[in-house]
């Protein structure tokens, strides 16, 4: 029995004392102006790397695209709001009669007054702003939720993987339980066990690998490629994610695309507050004509001015709407600042935590595990320990794998929940800091 059960013991002991020392780091990126063909991705051999991964998404996501575009919007806004009020060409005739009648050409030319145009001007440009805000808090969210995804696909495939050494190590024990009951070893309750505990196996192994194709169909949406375009991919799901320094944290707390929008757009509304304080101060409109009148038979020119009083609307409850809009979105802004401040160290803790629980179970779990499976199995080859020993010894094996598969899965989320907030570079190292 005890050869069957070594290599369950070997795969577990290997994975759990030794871990890569480098991974990729996924550098900053901008909206990209071209895809490549999803035909290459399908049709690659070779493994994709979370680089690829991020690579692709950013390049062919749909909402990348469409933020991209609502960019490009605000600069026709900043270019109509430059644009000056159109001259009116007016055409009046008094009387029909040849003899009598007074015809009159007048060209009109609204001046605006009081910086309506600059206020104008400087609403767009703060709407571009928040556009471009926007477009950073989408690059920030594909990219961490690509790279979520991409550690997710490769705890499921380590997932598979220990299923299938379970299955095999189940396998393997049922045959030897058959032979010793054969043999008159041991009673026929062991081989029982023995097929329940290979039935077991077969079902968490059904199970790891639906969870391992809905993880790669989550990363190939999200990449925006076919769903065979990735059969295989390049990386390690131990290699730990490094966890940002205090300084690190203030800084990308100060430059997150999230409060960064949430601030734009204060200062959008405190822009368009500022034009509807302009609004308050008429326009003058300045006319230059002609008036033929044929009783007199000479042209005299016409010039006047027009100015409207204003009375009963000098715009209070807009300007009143605007400054409590702007009031708002300055609340709004401080809150966001907030929230994320506490989402931020809430996530640096989950990080931290799962990082200790990882470092634990490196040191002392699994390895105590395997001891502890290894001797089970030695005891059994030599008639001191039951196969019910040796299956509540394996289940506390993989019991313990599962638990560090979570963790690694946990403490991956943690640090694209990071990212997703900071848009911080993901480090990742195969030591604790």
């Known amino acids: 029995m005890h050869k069957f059960c070594m290599p369950l013991v070997c795969a577990a002991f290997s994975a759990s004392v030794s871990f890569a020392q480098g991974a990729d780091r996924v550098p900053q990126a901008d909206v990209p102006q071209t895809a490549p063909s999803s035909a290459v991705l399908a049709t690659r051999a070779v493994p994709l790397s979370l680089a690829q991964a991020v690579d692709t998404a950013l390049r062919l996501s749909p909402q990348l695209r469409a933020v991209g575009l609502e960019l490009e919007a605000t600069e026709g806004l900043i270019m109509q709001a430059g644009a000056l009020p159109n001259p009116t060409l007016g055409f009046q005739q008094e009387d029909t009669r040849p003899g009598t009648r007074v015809t009159t050409f007048e060209l009109s030319q609204p001046i605006e007054l009081g910086g309506k145009r600059a206020a104008r001007i400087e609403l767009a440009e703060r709407s571009r702003a928040v556009a471009a805000a926007e477009v950073d808090a989408r690059l920030a969210d594909v990219r961490a939720a690509t790279i979520q995804a991409f550690f997710e696909s490769l705890v499921a495939q380590e ?89 690190v944290l203030a800084d990308g707390l100060a430059r997150s695309p999230t409060l960064r929008r949430a601030q734009s757009e204060a200062e959008r509304l405190g822009a368009a507050y500022e034009l509807e304080r302009t609004r308050r101060i008429p326009d003058v409109t300045v ?147």
């Open 159 to 247: 997932r598979v993987a220990l299923a299938r050494e379970s299955l095999r190590v189940a396998s393997s024990a049922l045959g030897a339980a058959s032979r010793r009951v054969t043999a008159g070893k041991v009673a026929p309750t062991e081989e029982t066990r023995a097929g329940v505990a290979q039935a077991t196996a077969r079902i968490e192994l059904s199970q790891a690998e639906a969870e391992r194709a809905a993880s790669l169909h989550a990363l190939t949406a999200l990449m925006g490629v076919p769903d065979d375009a990735v059969m295989a991919l390049d990386g390690r799901p131990d290699v730990l994610p490094q966890l940002p320094d205090n300084a």
């Open 287 to 433: 006319s230059l004509g002609m008036r033929r009148a044929q009783e007199l038979g000479r042209s005299q020119p016409v010039i006047g001015v027009s100015i409207p009083i204003p009375i009963f609307n000098a715009n209070q409850g807009a300007q009143l709407e605007a400054l409590r809009r702007r009031d708002a979105a300055q609340a709004q802004a401080q809150a966001e600042g907030l929230r994320l401040r506490a989402e931020v160290l809430q996530a640096a803790s989950q990080l931290r935590a799962r990082r200790t629980e990882i470092e634990a179970l490196q040191r002392e779990v699994l390895p105590g595990a395997v001891s502890a499976f290894e001797a089970a199995a030695r005891g059994f080859e030599l008639g001191k320990f039951s196969f019910l020993d040796v299956l509540d010894a394996q289940r506390t094996l993989l019991q313990s794998r599962a638990q560090y598969l979570r963790a690694l899965s946990e403490a991956h989320r943690a640090s694209a929940d990071l990212n997703r907030r900071l848009a911080l570079p993901i480090a990742v190292s195969g030591t604790n800091p």
